[in-house]
T-cell receptor
């Protein structure tokens, strides 16, 4: 049981490039979340999903898109990366709205 | 936006000492959670408190939810180096909102 895994662990992009972050969970959880964590800002919710095929905007959704085609996977896309998107990205999943298991994070730098 | 203020932002203490950190808000929450995050890892849930005035203990950690369900405290007794980490509180109404964290360093 791997829990929540995130791919890749590190990535460096140039401004304007695109990329997809993958989150996978093997706990059969309904809820999945994408957060970003920045110094002095804490964890902020980007997008979330309450089930396969559904997504919703969080606190800071601009510049990001998500998809939940399979229950176990939640993808976060950056279509045109900007330096302001330099951050550590965390995925989380849970079976209840207030229970979240976090992945190890993806450290993204946009030059 | 539910604003959670955590204080102090940074705390450094000697092994064996006690410490208390705080999480305060002007909002009322249906529940409040505490997480610990170690460098390079994701947050790990420590406890969820639901009832005003509720106290929960996890070994040497004591968590209290304020009577009005707007604030919470975390007390660590006889701190150990393994307690070092970023402690995050998160309050729930419609969504879970996180504070910025209390960075705790326990010096051996």
């Amino acid at each position: 049981n791997a829990g929540v895994t995130q791919t890749p662990k590190f990535r460096v992009l140039k401004t304007g490039q695109s990329m997809t972050l993958l989150c996978a969970q093997d706990m059969n959880h309904e809820y999945m979340y994408w957060y970003r964590q920045d110094p002095g800002m804490g964890l902020r919710l980007i997008h979330y999903s309450v089930g396969e095929g559904t997504t919703a905007k969080g606190e800071v959704p601009d510049g990001y898109n998500v998809s939940r085609l399979k229950k176990q996977n939640f993808l976060l896309g950056l279509e045109s990366a900007a330096p302001s998107q330099t951050s550590v990205y965390f995925c989380a999943s849970g079976n209840k709205a207030d229970t979240q298991y976090f992945g190890p994070g993806t450290r993204l730098t946009v030059l | 936006t539910q604003l959670l203020e955590q204080s102090p932002q940074f705390l450094s203490i000697q092994e064996g000492e006690n410490l208390t950190v705080y999480c305060n808000s002007s909002s009322v929450f249906s529940s409040l959670q505490w997480y610990r995050q170690e460098p390079g890892e994701g947050p790990v849930l420590l406890v969820t408190v639901v009832t005003g005035g509720e106290v929960k203990k996890l070994k040497r950690l004591t968590f209290q939810f304020g009577d009005a369900r707007k604030d919470s405290s975390l007390h660590i007794t006889a701190a150990q180096p393994g307690d070092t980490g970023l402690y995050l509180c998160a309050g729930r109404n419609n969504r879970l909102a996180f504070g910025k964290g209390n960075q705790v360093v326990v010096i051996p």
